[in-house]
């Protein structure tokens, strides 16, 4: 086992409620009209403007996953560029900027907009400025929900499976080959300005779980429950129970591709409810 035995429960146990929290705060975006047509009566899903206004990316559900993933690889050239010129205060004020985002889309799901943008405002300020375990964490719960609410809308079934993988095997790659994931991680958790949980116990040790570890199997499973409302919550099971078994068989000093595992975990989890809605 790479950490301890508590410390691996607990990036478990946060890891879950990430998932739980990312889920109903797409599900407040969510609303379910009643419509008349004829002498039937369908129930119709629409989903609701982001606070101020932020547009979803105008791309369709079939092929939305080719642009996320050319995205993805080149926010990660960028801070790979800005790695390589020690442009800390960049990353920095990058790494404030998605915080407070993310948060205002996240807490605009239950709150007021100007309160979310305000509370967003605070507390992306405190995470950025001072390292708090409590507060990194914390506003780790609801950073992914705020990125689920963005992209879910543009994905369907098909599309986020497609992007699971691709990002499976670039995980792998960037992890085992390249090599470069493991530098952004060790720039990140030197900084104390990680994208994802971060846990540090004894000495010089840390136990870390990347923020797309966390958002695309919330991802997965928001889509899910488009069609299957909180059933998904199976596939935040299996993919909890995936990452455990990895954090559990991992060996200590060694850094592992979690997006593989958890991709495994989400095509289990949505057999799994498919069979469930079956019986």
């Known amino acids: 086992m790479k950490h301890t035995l508590k410390v691996t429960l607990l ?3 946060l890891f879950l409620l990430a998932q739980i929290i990312g889920l109903n705060i797409v599900n407040g975006y969510l609303e379910i009209k009643k419509v008349i047509v004829g002498n039937q009566t369908i129930m119709q899903k629409e989903w609701q403007n982001l606070p101020y206004d932020v547009e979803r990316p105008k791309i369709k559900e079939e092929t939305s996953y080719i642009p996320i993933f050319f995205t993805i690889l080149a926010a990660t050239l960028i801070l790979i560029i800005i790695i390589k010129l020690g442009l800390i205060k960049l990353w920095k004020f990058w790494f404030f900027l998605s915080v407070w985002f993310c948060l205002v889309i996240a807490f605009g799901a239950f709150i007021n907009q100007t309160l979310a943008l305000i509370l967003g405002l605070l507390l992306a300020i405190a995470k950025t400025l001072r390292f708090s375990l409590i507060l990194h964490n914390f506003t780790e719960l609801f950073i992914y929900g705020g990125l689920a609410a963005i992209f879910v809308p543009v994905l369907n079934i098909w599309s986020i499976s497609i992007l699971l993988i691709l990002i499976s095997v670039y995980d792998a790659i960037a992890v085992w080959k390249t090599k470069h994931m493991v530098k952004m991680a060790k720039f990140q958790a030197k900084l104390k300005l990680f994208a994802g949980l971060f846990i540090p ?3 010089n040790k ?3 779980l990347g923020g797309g570890d966390i ?3 919330l991802m997965f499973a928001a889509v899910v ?3 299957y409302g909180f059933y998904s919550l199976v596939i935040s ?3 909890t129970l995936a990452l455990l078994i990895l954090l559990i068989k991992s060996e200590k000093n060694r ?3 979690a997006m593989p595992f958890i991709s495994a975990g989400c095509f289990f989890g949505y057999l799994a409810l498919l069979f ?3 019986i």
């Open 206 to 208: 840390t136990a870390i």
């Open 255 to 257: 850094f592992y591709p």
């Open 225 to 227: 429950m488009k069609d």
């Open 237 to 239: 099971l299996f993919t």
């Open 11 to 13: 990036i478990a146990v």
């Open 201 to 203: 116990y004894a000495k």
């Open 215 to 217: 958002g695309f199997p």
């Open 276 to 278: 469930i809605k079956i």
